[in-house]
């Protein structure tokens, strides 16, 4: 055993031989990590005095290794620092970003191997806390493969959580609130139509995991900076009082194959007393690397419309000849006549986006491969450069730049993820050529290379590939199917936005996202960063396309204009039909004129699964715009207005509800109000069943 290392730090640090006592930068929190007889680590955080995380294991498990670090460690040393910086992201919900926090480092030693070494780094903010593993080059340890990581997060208690089933390719499901003990009763209410799904475990659940204690703190669970590391989904044991991390394996079981130095991405618990500190938290995006982008002028927020929307509802097709089931002779493709992407089509949403000051369209089903793209498994499916022969590319390229409009390219790979890296330089140099600054990439469907899954290491360092590579080219990317973020849009700003969740497009053909979906969305998917949640719909019922269909948007169309506020995304789609728009001009004011790049966010009021308002102030200029929504239930918002500058008068345009409406019987009932306010104002706002509100202030 080696000598005790005690060290007396001005900063409320402890450390003695087998432990260590941490406190965050005000004292808010505490953490403690000890080293036990058997050599076994652990950690426990506390808030202000009461329990956060109870006594819980760390360690990681190597395959074929003689010993791991997981138990009979030696506690070589300990040293901590004070951390303090000021950061200004490129694009952001704020535009200064305060970083301050405690690092602890617990060095260990694996007697069992010859004296292996392993760092424990934590870092503690008074948000939570954050920690990784870490494996610095050394002559006893070079390759190695994690078989299982045994970090766990235990409880006093089985707090209630928000939660998805764990599934190593998919997170669209639907929320499911019950106590973790309850997980595996509650499983099947996660459930719903989609298509590659691969659960493991009836006890599985995914991250970002939100959590509510009965005293009423609220705790997340997630991970940050995840750029060479399967993701980290959470398996839930003793009855409810524990989660263990779980790693999303490859076929083989393996789940990364790591060499030293290397270290696990951070490990992320933001703690609250009330729901708006988790949304207020910055520090995911604190726990990731600085921007590697050195001129970001490329990267600019986006509004856009597309030919998306038409193809969800079910009005036209992706593919060309319109059988989608490969059924088609590849020399004499015959067009449908429902082919969405044409040249003529396009040409109506540059027009549109032009006369409305939009920023970009976005064109799905452009190229070749659409007849044959889904469910074969198949290698070589799209070639990302070959149109279709309605569809003239220079010759639309041409047309929005006279239009002072952007084009996206959409790049479905399929999941055929080799043909996508066979094709990627091809395609990107494509997009340059014509002038697309953006591209939405798509993972439909079971991976290829065969054996690998959505969420496994492998596709993680595709991902980090795609963003280091379009950022090589000037370019932004909006990732749908990927997993879900962890804040490595702070590291790559262009990677503007994903998916990763249950998006607006569910609504269109399926039971869609229940009412309170997107109350909790931002306690979960968005803990990471942007989704390209598509909002903005406003022909809410699908029976307008087909009639007889019960389809339709769990929503108002009031409600549709606050999700631009309550669903932080610097790429913003208006997802709904020109057609449409143009019959509520009135209300697509508001999407007009809302931000997508903030000075200032006002998390005003939030519980998860119930209602959330948000106010923001937008970037540079004197304008604040206010989104309120709610769930099933009607409620009252209260919207304090004191976050404006005071001595002043504002004019406040209000898109709420109408008394009548009612997201099932009568969803497009809106009004539209003016009125004059100053900060010492308080308004409060009805928002119908499924309804809410957006506000617009000058
Ligand atoms: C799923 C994406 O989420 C959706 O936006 C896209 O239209 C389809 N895939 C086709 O790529
Ligand atoms: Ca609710």
Redesign the pocket.
């Known amino acids: 055993m080696k000598k005790f290392l005690f060290v007396l730090l001005l900063f409320s640090a402890t450390v003695s031989a087998q432990q260590a006592l941490l406190h965050s930068p005000t004292g808010k929190l505490e953490l403690t990590v000890s080293l036990d007889q058997a050599g076994i680590l652990r950690y426990q955080l506390l808030q202000d005095g009461a329990t956060v995380i109870a006594p819980s294991v760390l360690g990681v498990q190597f395959k074929d290794a003689e010993a791991s670090f997981d138990r009979g460690m030696v506690w070589q040393a300990a040293d901590t620092t004070v951390w303090s910086e000021m950061w200004e992201p490129v694009l952001g919900e704020e535009s200064t970003i305060y970083n301050d926090y405690h690092l602890l480092t617990v060095k260990l030693s694996q007697p069992a191997t010859g004296g292996q070494i392993m760092e424990v780094q934590f870092r503690l903010y008074d948000a939570g806390l954050g920690f990784r593993y870490y494996w610095p080059a050394q002559d006893k340890l070079n390759h190695f493969v994690i078989a299982d990581e045994r970090t766990q997060f235990s409880f006093n208690e089985n707090p209630t959580a928000w939660w998805i089933p764990g599934d190593y390719d998919t997170n669209e499901y639907f929320y499911v609130k019950s106590t973790l003990g309850e997980v595996k009763a509650s499983r099947s209410k996660a459930f719903t139509e989609i298509g590659t799904r691969h659960t493991w475990s009836e006890m599985g659940v995914q991250t970002p995991l939100q959590l509510k204690t009965a005293a009423g703190r609220y705790i997340n669970i997630h991970e940050a900076a995840l750029t060479n590391y399967p993701v980290m989904q959470l398996e839930i044991t003793d009855g409810g009082y524990s989660a263990k991390a779980h790693l999303v394996p490859n076929i083989f079981g393996d789940k990364a194959y790591l060499q030293a130095p290397c270290q696990s991405p951070w490990r992320a618990i933001n703690v609250g007393s009330k729901a708006t500190d988790i949304l207020a938290s910055r520090m995911i995006l604190n726990l990731n690397e600085p921007s590697k982008i050195k001129d970001p002028s490329f990267i600019k927020t986006t509004k856009y419309v597309g030919i998306?929307w038409e193809?969800?509802a079910g009005i036209s097709t992706?593919d060309y000849a319109g059988t989608q089931d490969g059924s088609y002779d590849i020399n004499n493709r015959k067009p449908s006549g429902k082919h969405g992407a044409t040249t003529e089509r396009t040409k109506v949403y540059i027009d549109f986006a032009a006369k409305h000051g939009l920023d970009a369209v976005l064109i799905?089903g452009w190229n070749t491969g659409w007849e044959d793209w889904f469910g074969k498994w198949k290698e070589d499916v799209f070639d990302f450069v070959t149109p279709y022969p309605d569809f003239d590319v220079p010759g639309l390229s041409a047309y929005a730049k006279s239009k002072g409009v952007k084009l996206i390219m959409?790049h479905?790979t399929s999941g055929s993820v080799t043909n996508y890296e066979r094709w990627m330089d091809t395609a990107y140099r494509f997009m340059k050529k014509y002038g697309y600054p953006a591209v939405?990439t798509?993972y439909?469907g079971k991976i290829i290379p065969r054996g690998e899954y959505h969420d496994g290491q492998w596709m993680t360092r595709h991902f980090n590939r795609v963003a280091e590579k379009t950022a090589a080219y000037g370019l932004m990317v909006n990732m749908?199917?990927s997993h879900r973020p962890t804040g490595l849009n702070r590291t790559w700003p262009n990677w503007i936005a994903s998916?990763a969740a249950r998006?607006n497009?569910f609504n269109a053909w399926s039971s869609g996202n229940p009412p309170e979906h997107e109350t909790i969305l931002p306690f979960t998917r968005l803990m990471g960063g942007a989704m390209d949640y598509?909002p903005g719909i406003f022909e809410i019922k699908m029976s307008t396309y087909k009639p007889g269909a019960t389809e339709q948007v769990h929503t108002t169309l009031a409600k549709q204009l606050a999700l631009y506020v309550t669903m932080y995304s610097p790429l913003q789609m208006a997802a709904d039909l020109p057609e449409n728009y143009n019959k509520h001009l009135d209300a697509f004011q508001f999407i007009k004129d809302v931000a997508l790049d903030w000075d200032e966010t006002y998390y005003l009021e939030a519980e998860p699964g119930d209602y959330l308002t948000i106010a923001r102030k937008a970037k540079g200029i004197n304008e604040w715009f206010v989104g309120a929504i709610t769930d099933e239930n009607s409620r009252t918002a209260t919207i304090d207005l004191s976050f404006l500058p005071a001595g002043k008068t504002y004019t406040l345009m209000l898109y709420r509800d109408a008394v009548d409406a009612h997201w099932e019987k009568n969803p497009m009932a809106y009004t539209i109000e003016k009125t004059q306010v100053n900060s010492g104002d308080k308004i409060t706002v009805a928002l119908a069943a499924g309804g809410g509100a957006a506000i617009s202030i000058k």
Do not use: S
Request: net charge negative; aromatic share 12%.
């Open positions: 998306w193809m969800h992706w799905e959409h479905e939405k798509g439909v749908h199917e998916e998006g497009e598509t």
